[in-house]
C-alpha cells in the first residue's frame, strides 16, 4: 500500500461520517460525566503503599505547608513538574486554598498549570510536530484540516479549558502537535480560570490537607453541578465547532482541486 493511497483512500463523505462519530462518542462521554455523582473529589486513599502520585502529591503539599512564604514558588514549581509528568493536578488544585486561601491558591494554580501547560506545549511541538508534519504533508486533506484548527486555534483551546471532559495534561501535549500557536495556546489559557477557582473553592471545604481527595473530603454538590454543567457546554461547543471547521476545510480543499 503505497503513500499516495493512503492520502487519497478517505473521501469527505467518509471524513464527514467519522467527524459524527467523533461528535456522538464525545457526547456520550458529556453526558457519563454530567451523572457521575463521584466525580473527582472522592479519590482512591493516598495511603497505598504502591507507588502512587497522589501520595507523592500529598506528601508534597503537606512540606509546602511547613515553608512558610517561600511556599507558592514550591507550590508553582510542583504544579509543573505535575503537569509534565502526567500527574494528577486535581489534589494540588484542592489543597491550594488549605494553604493559601481561596483567592492566593486560585491564583498560584492558575499561574503553575498555565506554566506546566505551556511546557508540555514545548515537549509536543519540538519532540514529535515535526514527525506529524511530514506524515500529513502528503495528504491534502488532513494537512488542511490541520491548517484551520491552526487558525482557529484560540477559540478551539479556549473551549476545551472550561470543558473536565477533556483530559488536562494530554491535551497540553497534544496541541503542541497541532498547528495551533504557542501565541493562541498561551492567551486560551484563560479558560482554565472558573473551573480553577471551583475547584480551588470546593478544597477550602476540606479545611485539613489530610483529607484533601478522598471520600472522607466534604464537598458542594451545587458547585458539582455547575462544573458538570459547565463541562457539558463547553464540551458540546468545541465538538461543533471543530466539527464544522474540519468540514469546512475539506470543501475548500476539494473545491480547489
Do not use: C
Amino acid at each position: 500500500m503505497n503513500k499516495h493511497f493512503i492520502a487519497n483512500r478517505f473521501n469527505p463523505g467518509d471524513l464527514r461520517k467519522f467527524f459524527r462519530l467523533i461528535v456522538l462518542i464525545l457526547l456520550i462521554l458529556s453526558f457519563a460525566f454530567l451523572l457521575n455523582t463521584d466525580f473527582a473529589f472522592a479519590q482512591k486513599s493516598v495511603n497505598s503503599n504502591s507507588f502512587n502520585p497522589q501520595a507523592i502529591l500529598a506528601n508534597a503539599l503537606q512540606w509546602i505547608d511547613s515553608l512558610g512564604t517561600v511556599g507558592a514558588i514550591a507550590f508553582i514549581a510542583l504544579y509543573i513538574i505535575a503537569t509534565v509528568a502526567f500527574f494528577p493536578g486535581s489534589i494540588l488544585t484542592l489543597g491550594a486554598s488549605v494553604i493559601f486561601g481561596a483567592v492566593w491558591g486560585s491564583l498560584y494554580v492558575f499561574i503553575g498549570a498555565t506554566l506546566g501547560a505551556t511546557a508540555a506545549f514545548f515537549v509536543g511541538r519540538y519532540l514529535a510536530r515535526g514527525w506529524v508534519a511530514s506524515k500529513i504533508a502528503d495528504n491534502k486533506k488532513f494537512a488542511a484540516i490541520d491548517q484551520a484548527v491552526g487558525r482557529e486555534g484560540l477559540k478551539i483551546v479556549l473551549l476545551t479549558r472550561l470543558s473536565p471532559i477533556f483530559p488536562f495534561n494530554l491535551l497540553n501535549y497534544a496541541f503542541g502537535i497541532t498547528g495551533v500557536s504557542l501565541k493562541d495556546y498561551f492567551i486560551a489559557s484563560v479558560g482554565m480560570i472558573p473551573g480553577n477557582i471551583l475547584y480551588v473553592y470546593i478544597g477550602s471545604f476540606a479545611g485539613n490537607l489530610a483529607i484533601i481527595g478522598t471520600e472522607a473530603q466534604p464537598t458542594n454538590p451545587t458547585l458539582q453541578w455547575a462544573i458538570r454543567i459547565l463541562g457539558l457546554i463547553a464540551t458540546v461547543a468545541v465538538t461543533v465547532y471543530v466539527t464544522w471547521i474540519a468540514r469546512k476545510a475539506l470543501e475548500e480543499q476539494v473545491n480547489s482541486n
